[in-house]
């Protein structure tokens, strides 16, 4: 199985602050990697797939980047709406694998 | 739009079969490349794939479940269905279903979740 890393687990951060998450894999993926959002009490929405494509409807400030086995996921301006949890997770190979998840706090 | 419903027991006892259904209403289960599957989510913990399906019946399953999964699916009903068996409290969590759609770039086909049912608890307890 393909492991997952991301990092942080958790971070405090004010609107308006550019937010980076971390997603490494423990082998190659290409760029085979989707990033979800979840706000509590609800199912994970997709954010970013293939890297760095982002699915119509999702703000332009969110940012994917990476190959290989190194990841980032960018909000450029955190707004009130972005305090969520935050999953990548990779297509690469069966079985499918998620990392343990970053959730982003309010400062 | 496309919307996905889970439905099933919300509470199971240890030994048993864990039993879903995911209702799937907008638009017709066997349309396109698309794949259909479950996630689950421990209460406060991260997510696992448990597995997939395609409208024609080829499964691909998480190894740590497989040899207590079963998906299915029925084409007439626009469903399709988890049963695990021999549950344990370990297999309490939030179950989601889920469609998986393929994109073509030039790196390949991309596989990644844009529906997803509400999710449905499930306890597993005596």
């Known amino acids: 199985d393909i492991q997952m890393t991301q990092s942080p687990s958790s971070l405090s951060a004010s609107v308006g602050d550019r937010v980076t998450i971390t997603c490494r894999t423990s082998?190659?993926?290409?760029?085979?990697l989707n990033w979800y959002q979840q706000k509590p009490g609800k199912a994970p929405k997709v954010l970013i797939y293939?890297?760095?494509n982002l699915p119509s409807g999702v703000p332009s400030r969110f940012s994917g980047s990476g190959s290989g086995t190194h990841f980032t996921l960018t909000i450029s301006s955190l707004q009130p709406e972005d305090f969520a949890s935050y999953y990548c997770?990779?297509?690469?190979?069966?079985?499918?694998?998620f990392g343990q998840g970053t959730k982003v706090e309010i400062k | 739009q496309l919307l996905l419903q889970e439905s099933g027991p919300g509470l199971v006892k240890p030994s048993e079969t864990l039993s879903l259904t995911c209702t799937v209403s907008?638009?017709?289960?066997?349309?396109?490349?698309?794949?259909w599957g479950w996630i689950r989510q421990p209460p406060g913990k991260g997510l696992e794939w448990i597995g997939n399906?395609?409208?024609?019946?080829?499964?691909y399953y998480n190894p740590s479940l497989k040899s207590r999964v079963t998906i299915s699916v029925d084409t007439s009903k626009n469903q399709f269905s988890l049963d695990l068996i021999s549950v344990t409290a370990a297999d309490t969590a939030f179950y989601y279903c889920?469609?998986?759609?393929?994109?073509?770039?030039?790196?390949?086909?991309?596989?990644?979740?844009?529906?997803w049912g509400q999710g449905t608890l499930v306890t597993v307890s005596s």
């Open positions: 889920a469609r998986q759609s393929r994109t073509s770039l030039i790196t390949g086909h991309h596989y990644y979740f844009d529906y």
């Open positions: 907008g638009d017709s289960i066997s349309t396109g490349s698309y794949f």
């Open positions: 399906i395609s409208y024609s019946g080829t499964t």
């Open positions: 082998q190659s993926i290409s760029t085979f």
């Open positions: 293939a890297t760095s």
């Open positions: 997770q990779q297509s690469y190979n069966t079985p499918l694998t």
